[in-house]
């Protein structure tokens, strides 16, 4: 009798730890998430938490460090260029970050005096346009789409753009330095310029390089007649 006694309790015992236990760990997470809710109103989404937690499936989907520049093909020979070593660009973002990094870019490449970039507020009047897109189906960092004139060989038209999906993402860890070289790339293919795997603002793999005396060969010879 004493011993069925003694196991209904243990028994009992166990069950009201287990019951409080549970209790306890209900109670922190309701803290926590009410914890959450107070920061997050606080600071007006700003807690960096609830970010890690709405971009924790791109966590397990891609590496950030592997986001190639673009997936431009350039295979071909044809060396394409503008007729004179000048373009019109008409910056068609708002982002004022993606604006200055097109700026500073377009600066870059005016440093080197073998282009001139001018930028334009008239649309109509643009050989190329600056844009920026966001695109999560496609692993690449910005696109350059150009036309060319098929007789002459000469373009015509390019658009380039960047994509907000990685690069103003944090997770991806884009610096403004990176950002700039990515601009400064697509202005390269906007250009003529075809990838390369030498040390190169065209070296297709991440956004690494600036513009290097490579580079300003490259472009002198393209356009010197
Ligand atoms: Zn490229």
Do not use: C
Not at 94 to 110: F, L
């Amino acid at each position: 009798m004493f011993l069925i006694r003694f196991i209904l309790r243990v028994i009992s015992t166990v069950f009201h730890l287990i019951f409080s236990l549970m209790k306890l760990v209900v109670w922190t997470i309701s803290l926590a998430l009410l914890l959450l809710f107070v920061g997050q109103w606080v600071t007006g989404g700003q807690l960096p938490v609830a970010s890690y937690l709405t971009e924790l499936p791109q966590r397990f989907l891609s590496n950030p460090t592997q986001i190639p520049t673009d997936l431009t093909n350039s295979n071909s020979d044809e060396r394409h260029r503008w007729d004179q070593n000048q373009a019109l660009v008409y910056i068609s973002t708002e982002d004022s970050t993606m604006v200055s990094a097109y700026r500073d870019a377009m600066r870059q490449w005016n440093q080197t005096g073998v282009f001139q970039f001018i930028e334009t507020d008239d649309a109509s009047l643009a050989q190329i346009e600056a844009d920026v897109y966001s695109d999560s189906q496609v692993s690449a960092a910005g696109e350059t789409e150009s036309q060319t004139n098929v007789l002459t060989n000469r373009l015509n038209k390019a658009k380039v753009g960047l994509n907000a999906h990685y690069l103003s993402n944090p997770y991806y860890g884009y610096s403004y330095e990176r950002v700039v070289n990515t601009a400064a790339h697509e202005l390269g293919h906007a250009i003529g310029l075809d990838h390369t795997d030498e040390e190169s603002v065209m070296q297709p793999a991440g956004s690494f390089y600036s513009i290097q005396a490579r580079d300003i060969e490259v472009v002198r010879q393209l356009y010197q007649d």
